[in-house]
């Protein structure tokens, strides 16, 4: 347990309103960025703190009580619930009823890993992209690595601790030619060592952001319109993540600024082919946990079943409201912020179409191999993504590449109008931030046909 507070110590200050818990968190992280062919920049940062939540019902809602300090200690302890509750820790402490502990186990310890090592893996990447695409103008790898050891004693009775570890790195390749630049990326992460670069060959991945963004230089812009759009799996889960993920916590639909999803449970909102789940659970994937940050073990959580809407994204505070339990989605980015509702790992699951014919089945349009960024507001779900790479397709056969090509849309009624549904998946990862807080995610989905799509590109 971080800072050596033992768990019956934190019992004692718990107890005073309908729930009451201690976070206890110290964490290291590093970080590495690489431009112009040298390290342009190395962090290193530690912190340790806790922080000390209740929750009261009250006739408006639930209000949440909530304070932190960078002091771990029974001390600092004693100080928040005098500020928050005006009373001092309980004489008898409450009966932990259940205590676990976990620890992400690394094959090879990142923070064991000499700089100077990762400087050259980084030179290497370098000097062999440029030397092999001769378009490449700048290459920028960014390197991160964190170790968060926390611990979570609630009045429930639980006693929790865990140590979670976690390497990425992102790749940026930009390329030029006759004044026209174009871009290529690829990211790898997750919670393991320094064995999952090792194992993933970063070289290989960064030679396929090149050569996506030097075959870019030549494809011309795609048109603009509405069209059949086709998403691969290889796209990843951008798509989900933003079409309808952020609209399922239950945060967003409380507050009405998920309108499209307020109180539609046990509605079709998709075709029956549409099942989407967000699953903590899954070994080594980026948004994997083993309980959430406020001390739910993590399980899958069923969203839409079959195209109708099983269910939105909990943490306890929204599950208060509805007098329901959390389906274990609390999380939070550190000990100084409060937990809200957010996704893990969230994913389209596998259909029944073959992924080969739904591409066959564009008579004109386009196919989405890689998805850019995206965004979504909620409230209208309107969003926009960009399409990192994509193809013409004619009478059902892939004609060439095109660039600079965006999705536009409603999420709800482009989910309602999806028709065909791969048995592959594809995943993505990366760093989802909501209300100033990022934490790890991972997104999948099979390939996707959607009948009418407006891209925006090229006017002709």
Known sequence: MPAELKPEDLAAFVGGADYGEVFVESSESRSLKWEDGKLAD??????????????????????????????????????????????????????????????????????????????????????????????IRQVSLFYSERRRRVAI???????????????????????????????????????????????????????????RAELKLAAPKAAAGEMPVVLSSAAGGTFIHEAIGHSLEADHVQEGTSPAYHGKRGQAIACEKITVIDDPT????????????????????????NGVLADYLYDRSTAFKENRASNGHGRRESYACSPIPRMSNLYIAPGPDDPRRIIQSLDSGILVTRMGGGQVNTATGRFVFEVDEGFLVKDGVVRHMVRDANLLGVGPEILRSIDLVGWDIGWGIGTCGKDGQGVPVSDGQPTLRIPKALVGGKNE
């Open 42 to 135: 190395a962090a290193a940062s530690k912190d340790r703190g806790l922080s000390l939540r209740y929750l009261r019902r009250r006739a408006q809602g639930v209000e949440t009580l909530l304070a932190s300090d960078q002091t771990p200690s029974l001390e600092a302890l004693a100080t928040l619930r005098r500020r928050l509750l005006g009373l001092p820790p309980a004489s008898s402490p409450a009966p932990l009823k259940s205590s676990a502990s976990s620890e992400t186990i690394a094959l090879v310890d990142p923070f064991g890993v000499p700089l100077p090592d990762k400087i050259a893996l980084f030179s290497s990447i370098d000097r062999a992209l440029r030397s092999e695409f001769p378009s």
């Open 153 to 211: 004693a609630n009045s429930e009775g639980a006693s929790l601790g865990d140590s979670r570890l976690g390497v990425m790195l992102a790749i940026h390749v930009v390329s030029s030619r006759d004044g026209v630049l174009q871009t290529g990326s690829e990211i790898i992460g997750g919670p393991r060592g320094y064995e999952l670069l090792l194992e993933s060959q970063p070289l290989r991945i960064a030679r396929r952001a090149a050569r």
């Open 282 to 305: 899954l070994p080594y994937a980026r948004g994997s946990f083993r309980f959430d940050d406020e001390g739910i073990t993590a399980a899958p959580t069923v969203l839409v079943k």
